[in-house]
């Protein structure tokens, strides 16, 4: 089993900042790709950002330019660093680990950017 943890998340008004972490533990041999999803009440849960164990990053059209994924290989944790916070990025964010044969979700945590 792999878990991940993220953290990071809060209360910021638009035009702000916010660096979310995720930390995996556990089996982590079986994820080589680390990534963010993002999901409102009643809405499905939205590609954000992904990074490759070799450092690829891959990113939704609505963050690029503002969100920044990166990965620190030693620490087995992913980051994402948003700036220029819209309200409509209010939303719990998910951190995603997934291999050739399966996946892992953190518990997710909340970003609220009040206008």
């Known amino acids: 089993q792999v878990q991940l943890v993220e953290s990071g998340g809060g209360l910021v008004h638009t035009g702000g900042s916010l660096r979310l972490s995720c930390a995996a533990s556990?089996?982590?041999?079986?994820?080589?790709?680390m990534g963010w999803y993002r999901q409102v009440p009643g809405k499905q849960r939205d590609f954000i950002a992904s990074?490759?164990?070799?450092?690829?990053?891959n990113y939704a059209d609505s963050v690029k330019g503002r969100f920044t994924i990166s990965r620190d290989n030693a620490k087995n944790t992913v980051y994402l660093e948003m700036s220029n916070l819209e309200p409509e990025d209010t939303a719990v964010y998910y951190c995603k680990g997934w291999g050739p044969y399966t996946s892992y979700w953190g518990q997710g945590t909340q970003v609220t950017v009040s206008s």
């Open positions: 556990g089996s982590i041999f079986r994820i080589n790709v």
């Open positions: 990074i490759t164990s070799g450092g690829t990053t």
